[in-house]
């Protein structure tokens, strides 16, 4: 392996030296160097000597000097070669999200097309996987996980190159009588810099740290979307099934609406009936097909609704496919579930990281006016392109103290004002702790009043049906009134929809208060 010297050695040998080399040696010369970035830069400044003789022609009797220099620089990013070095997570390919900047040009690209069934488990896993909110969660817990690389390279060497090309010419004015000759020289010139920060005031560590809890402080807050997201997918789930359950229940009474205009009109017709009967029933079936109307346009935004959370297919209308009924039971005293709900909250954790944060923070500002100490080495190599002297190289090693100790007093005004913002955490913890505890303690007793009317509701449901019965079977014995059978039907809905309300507010409390303690199903 030569050294650098060797090698600018075995240059100079290749080359035919003479008292003034031409453009065309030079030239030459230069193509036997190995060092494609060198000789891309010297060629760029071969381009430009052609520029510089013509001026030197045009300007022998003006006293004009034209100076040129290129220089280029390949200093090496710390934060970028860490970050190549350390194997940082990124999201996997369902975390990707699709490029959907096209819109649709006709109406049939936005035409429904499709009806499918889904579970509510279904549901939850589209959503975790294609949820736009969750996606962006995941994507930030990359790029804060990617930072630490970012702040851990200030503890590293640090290693840069800088090289130089410089050509540099006059014409000689000697006297009244210019010279025909001028001067030129051209040097290409390399230096190698190491420093490595053995003192930084607590800085460098700190921005570590600062880096590690922004990762657990966004990791907290990917699992906060998550169950946000979770019961806003589990509540229009339940919108879902409400709907579907509205339709069915309009649809019973209907036929219901419908056998009893029936039954007016074949009173009327063996006697025993009046117009004002059929009048009555008439009007009770319009009534019961515009509710049945209204919850049709009702499942149709329930099912857009929870189609927007999922964000699938927007030609694909879902329909819930789980049955009505009680999704679980809880098995935690109050106390109990907020004890829980205090120590599974991310809300809770998230304010308890941003205060620490805060105090890393404090310790970086602090070091503003503290002092630094970095020890470095330098390698430089220089050679002459014009001349046939040997090239020099120097080196160089040392330690570089640097204190700014008087700063106006902004370092102790940032150290001030991260204390203040400690102090604004720990306030908004009491503030999240409370409203944590509102949440569960809403959601439990939202929940025992759902169970007990679910009781109460399917009693009154059998009874309205024994009821619907009895009137029907009055009216047609013609001891009962069409007035009687109509109040029955009313009842009878209104007993199906209180039980269905019944058992889907208690899913929705139970889902509430599964959310508010982290416990998932």
Same mark, same amino acid.
């Given at each position: 392996?030569?050294?650098?010297?060797?090698?600018?050695?075995?240059?100079?040998?290749?080359?035919?030296?003479?008292?003034?080399?031409?453009?065309?040696?030079?030239?030459?010369?230069?193509?036997?160097?190995?060092?494609?970035?060198?000789?891309?830069?010297?060629?760029?400044?071969?381009?430009?000597?052609?520029?510089?003789?013509?001026?030197? $022609?045009? !300007?022998?009797?003006? &006293?004009? @000097?034209?100076? #040129? /220099?290129?220089?280029? =620089?390949?200093?090496?990013?710390?934060? %970028?070669?860490?970050?190549?070095?350390?194997?940082?997570?990124?999201?996997?390919?369902?975390?990707?999200?699709?490029?959907?900047?096209?819109?649709?040009?006709?109406?049939?690209?936005?035409?429904?097309?499709?009806?499918?069934?889904?579970?509510?488990?279904?549901?939850?896993?589209?959503?975790?996987?294609?949820?736009?909110?969750?996606?962006?969660?995941?994507?930030?817990?990359?790029?804060?996980?990617?930072?630490?690389?970012?702040?851990?390279? $200030?503890? !590293?060497?640090?290693? &840069?190159? @800088?090289?130089? #090309? /410089?050509?540099?010419? =006059?014409?000689?004015?000697?006297?009244? %009588?210019?010279?025909?000759?001028?001067?030129?020289?051209?040097?290409?010139?390399?230096?190698?810099?190491?420093?490595?920060?053995?003192?930084?005031?607590?800085?460098?560590?700190?921005?570590?740290?600062?880096?590690?809890?922004?990762?657990?402080?966004?990791?907290?807050?990917?699992?906060?979307?998550?169950?946000?997201?979770?019961?806003?997918?589990?509540?229009?789930?339940?919108?879902?099934?409400?709907?579907?359950?509205?339709?069915?229940?309009?649809?019973? !009474?209907?036929?219901?609406?419908?056998?009893?205009?029936?039954?007016?009109?074949?009173?009327?017709?063996?006697?025993?009936?009046?117009?004002?009967?059929?009048?009555?029933?008439?009007?009770?079936?319009?009534?019961?097909?515009?509710?049945?109307?209204?919850?049709?346009?009702?499942?149709?935004?329930?099912?857009?609704?929870?189609?927007?959370?999922?964000?699938?297919?927007?030609?694909?209308?879902?329909?819930?496919?789980?049955?009505?009924?009680?999704?679980?039971?809880?098995?935690?005293?109050?106390?109990?579930?907020?004890?829980?709900?205090?120590?599974?909250?991310?809300?809770?954790?998230?304010?308890?990281?941003?205060?620490?944060?805060?105090?890393?923070?404090?310790?970086?500002?602090?070091?503003?006016?503290?002092?630094?100490?970095?020890?470095?080495?330098?390698?430089?190599?220089?050679?002459?392109?014009?001349?046939?002297?040997?090239?020099?190289?120097?080196?160089?090693?040392?330690?570089?103290?640097?204190?700014?100790?008087?700063?106006?007093?902004?370092?102790?005004?940032?150290?001030?004002?991260?204390?203040?913002?400690?102090?604004?955490?720990?306030?908004?913890?009491?503030?999240?702790?409370?409203?944590?505890?509102?949440?569960?303690?809403?959601?439990?007793?939202?929940?025992?009043?759902?169970?007990?009317?679910?009781?109460?509701?399917?009693?009154?449901?059998?009874?309205?049906?024994?009821?619907?019965?009895?009137?029907?079977?009055?009216?047609?014995?013609?001891?009962?009134?069409?007035?009687?059978?109509?109040?029955?039907?009313?009842?009878?809905?209104?007993?199906?929809?209180?039980?269905?309300?019944?058992?889907?507010?208690?899913?929705?409390?139970?889902?509430?208060?599964?959310?508010?303690?982290?416990?998932?199903?």
């Amino acid at each position: 392996m030569l050294t650098p010297i060797q090698l600018f050695h075995q240059l100079d040998r290749r080359r035919v030296v003479t008292a003034r080399p031409s453009r065309t040696q030079r030239f030459s010369f230069l193509s036997t160097i190995r060092f494609p970035p060198i000789l891309a830069i010297i060629g760029l400044g071969l381009g430009g000597l052609g520029y510089v003789e013509t001026a030197r $022609a045009k !300007s022998l009797g003006g &006293g004009d @000097t034209h100076h #040129l /220099q290129l220089a280029t =620089s390949n200093q090496s990013s710390p934060e %970028r070669s860490k970050i190549a070095q350390t194997n940082t997570p990124t999201p996997d390919s369902n975390s990707k999200l699709p490029n959907d900047l096209n819109l649709p040009k006709t109406g049939g690209e936005v035409q429904i097309t499709g009806t499918r069934a889904i579970t509510l488990q279904e549901a939850l896993d589209l959503a975790f996987r294609n949820n736009r909110q969750v996606q962006a969660s995941r994507l930030t817990v990359a790029r804060s996980q990617a930072s630490i690389g970012a702040a851990q390279a $200030a503890q !590293s060497v640090q290693v &840069g190159l @800088t090289s130089t #090309l /410089q050509n540099q010419g =006059s014409p000689l004015i000697i006297g009244d %009588r210019p010279q025909v000759g001028n001067s030129s020289n051209t040097d290409v010139q390399g230096n190698l810099q190491a420093t490595y920060n053995v003192l930084s005031a607590g800085r460098n560590q700190s921005s570590v740290r600062v880096a590690e809890e922004q990762v657990r402080f966004d990791s907290l807050d990917l699992l906060r979307v998550e169950q946000l997201v979770r019961g806003q997918v589990i509540t229009a789930y339940y919108d879902l099934q409400a709907a579907d359950s509205a339709i069915i229940i309009n649809q019973a !009474s209907v036929r219901d609406a419908t056998r009893s205009l029936s039954d007016a009109q074949l009173q009327e017709q063996a006697g025993v009936g009046t117009r004002f009967d059929i009048l009555r029933a008439q009007v009770q079936l319009a009534t019961a097909n515009q509710d049945l109307t209204n919850s049709q346009g009702q499942q149709q935004t329930a099912r857009q609704r929870i189609a927007q959370l999922l964000v699938v297919d927007n030609n694909t209308q879902f329909t819930a496919a789980d049955t009505v009924r009680e999704s679980g039971t809880w098995n935690y005293s109050l106390e109990e579930s907020v004890v829980i709900a205090f120590k599974n909250r991310p809300e809770v954790k998230q304010q308890l990281s941003l205060r620490l944060i805060s105090q890393q923070q404090q310790i970086i500002a602090s070091a503003a006016d503290s002092a630094q100490v970095n020890l470095f080495a330098r390698y430089g190599l220089g050679k002459s392109l014009t001349t046939s002297t040997s090239a020099q190289d120097n080196y160089s090693l040392g330690a570089q103290l640097s204190w700014n100790f008087l700063d106006g007093g902004a370092a102790g005004s940032n150290s001030n004002r991260e204390k203040v913002s400690q102090q604004i955490f720990e306030n908004q913890f009491t503030t999240t702790r409370n409203q944590i505890r509102f949440e569960v303690e809403q959601a439990y007793f939202s929940l025992g009043s759902s169970q007990k009317n679910i009781a109460t509701s399917t009693q009154a449901l059998r009874q309205a049906e024994e009821s619907l019965k009895l009137a029907r079977l009055r009216f047609q014995a013609g001891v009962g009134t069409q007035t009687d059978v109509i109040v029955a039907q009313t009842a009878l809905a209104t007993a199906r929809g209180n039980r269905i309300t019944a058992i889907l507010n208690y899913n929705r409390a139970l889902s509430s208060l599964r959310t508010a303690t982290i416990l998932a199903q």
